[in-house]
């Protein structure tokens, strides 16, 4: 078996993308192994699902650093001391300073529940949906200095559904997250992701489809006519 790339994920609460990346860790298909998961708040849902698949937990309390920046060295500390290759943040609602980039430059991806650039920030199914966006969707991106400007891994598109609140829409978007934050990784972990400027080339290319998708869908003239 070829090297496990050593993952430490960073989350702030219920934590089912982690419990997607351990279920993949687990079935085989990611081949990776999880060796920290540190969150910033005590008592949240990542915490248990770590602790249930025995994976070394840690809780950083943001609370009891003077700084961003001291919070963000504790954590570079932890992680280091972890052996970490490979920085998730998966629900991790922190902003990363610059101390923490240095650390691992390169190394840190994000989950976010839009379809970048297109709302960045918090809240944002509902902003999807208070915009009248007619998809939305997720997308797993490097992290930089700004707030989820890094170049883009993938994405993963659903459609905004007339009665959605930000509730449902939410569900349907974390059903994607679940399905291409492991992918992400195991594309890591294969060595096949270099980043040109905003462009992430991966190496062999996999083919996509080109095919479009509408909504509300074109109706069938035949239906319309009748
Ligand atoms: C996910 O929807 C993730 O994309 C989002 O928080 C949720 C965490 O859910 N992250 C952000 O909004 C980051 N700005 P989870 O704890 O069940 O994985």
């Not at 050593?6 to 997607?20: E, F, I, P």
């Not at 430059?105 to 999807?128: D, E, K």
């Not at 559904?161 to 399905?179: K, M, N, S, V």
Request: proline fraction near 6%; aromatic fraction near 4%; charge should be negative.
């Amino acid at each position: 078996m070829s090297k496990l790339l050593r993952v430490g994920v960073l989350a702030s609460g219920g934590g089912t993308n982690l419990q997607a990346i351990i279920d993949r860790c687990q079935d085989g298909s990611l081949s990776a192994e999880l060796v920290v998961v540190l969150t910033n708040k005590p008592g949240v849902g990542a915490l248990d699902r770590a602790s249930e698949a025995g994976i070394p937990t840690l809780c950083i309390d943001h609370r009891g650093f003077s700084s961003r920046e001291a919070f963000d060295q504790a954590v570079v500390t932890a992680l280091q001391d972890a052996g970490v290759e490979l920085v998730v943040l998966a629900g991790f609602m922190r902003i990363i300073t610059q101390v923490f980039l240095d650390a691992f430059p390169q190394r840190i991806i994000n989950i976010h529940p839009a379809l970048l650039p297109a709302f960045p920030g918090l809240h944002v199914q509902q902003q999807a949906i208070d915009y009248g966006a007619r998809f939305s969707g997720c997308t797993v991106h490097f992290v930089d200095g700004g707030v989820d400007t890094g170049a883009i891994i993938i994405q993963a598109v659903v459609p905004v559904l007339p009665d959605d609140t930000a509730d449902t829409l939410a569900t349907r978007i974390l059903e994607q997250e679940h399905r291409v934050y492991p992918q992400a990784i195991q594309l890591i972990a294969d060595g096949r992701i270099s980043i040109a400027g905003r462009q992430v080339i991966i190496t062999p290319e996999i083919p996509t489809k080109p095919v479009a998708l509408v909504n509300p869908a074109i109706s069938d003239r035949s239906s319309r006519d009748q």
